[in-house]
């Protein structure tokens, strides 16, 4: 089973993505993850993406493009992998599809985790003032509440416009990721069944 999940930076993928990963099997693709590791490690492309992140902005389309091609081709994928984080843009939607099928793939499923913008704005601000008063042990640099704003701003304009593109090709289910974490992944569970 290949899964894309879809929502604004806050709703919850990350969690639920562990949670499919524990009880289908399936591999978590993180491109932010991917993002951060690249940029602990100090290369030039790892510095590059880490200035983007950090400014609340897109790394390329190309460059996503890239990391996703050459990740989906490693074995761990066959049994099935959850994207979270990617696509984020139309243009990775199209280029996702037009890679799938090059690799004889396809998507089963693209969640989208609905959450109201309010609540999500103060969930935020406290993962922010966890993030500044070092309450995390891994404090993500772009979780100021100003990146954050940028970040929800780039999701509106850049990412949300894929749903339409999933929902004219019959693959998109939402549910409702204001529920708690539990009642979340029940709904997913749900949705998964009749994809
Ligand atoms: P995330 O951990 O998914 O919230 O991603 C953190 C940051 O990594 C984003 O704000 C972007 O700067 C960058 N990023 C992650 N995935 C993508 C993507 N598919 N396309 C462009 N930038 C991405």
Redesign the pocket.
């Known amino acids: 089973m290949n899964i894309v999940l879809l929502g604004p930076?806050g709703a919850g993928?990350?969690t639920q993505a562990e949670l499919l990963q524990e009880r289908y099997g399936l591999v978590q693709l993180?491109?932010?993850?991917?993002?951060?590791a690249a940029g602990a490690s100090g290369t030039e492309l790892g510095r590059q993406?880490k200035a983007?992140?950090d400014?609340?902005?897109?790394?390329?389309?190309e460059?996503?493009v890239g990391i996703?091609s050459q990740r989906l081709d490693a074995p761990d994928c066959q049994a099935g992998f959850i994207l979270?984080?990617?696509?984020?843009?139309v243009a990775?939607a199209e280029a996702l599809d037009a890679m799938l099928t090059q690799k004889g793939l396809k998507l089963d499923c693209v969640v989208e985790m609905a959450v109201d913008e309010a609540i999500l704005a103060d969930r935020i601000a406290g993962r922010a003032a966890d993030a500044g008063s070092q309450a995390r042990s891994d404090p993500?640099s772009?979780d100021t509440i100003e990146?954050v704003t940028k970040?929800l701003e780039?999701y509106r304009a850049q990412t949300a416009p894929i749903l339409p593109f999933y929902k004219e090709r019959g693959l998109l289910k939402t549910v409702d990721g204001m529920a708690t974490i539990d009642e979340v992944a029940k709904s997913i569970e749900t949705v998964l069944e009749v994809a």
């Not at 993180?30 to 951060?36: A, N, P, Y």
């Not at 400014?55 to 389309?61: K, N, R």
């Not at 979270?84 to 843009?89: E, I, L, M, N, S």
């Open positions: 930076p993928k990350g993180s491109t932010g993850d991917m993002l951060r993406a983007v992140m400014a609340g902005q897109l790394v390329s389309d460059i996503m996703i979270d984080g990617f696509p984020r843009t990775q993500r772009d990146v970040r780039v």
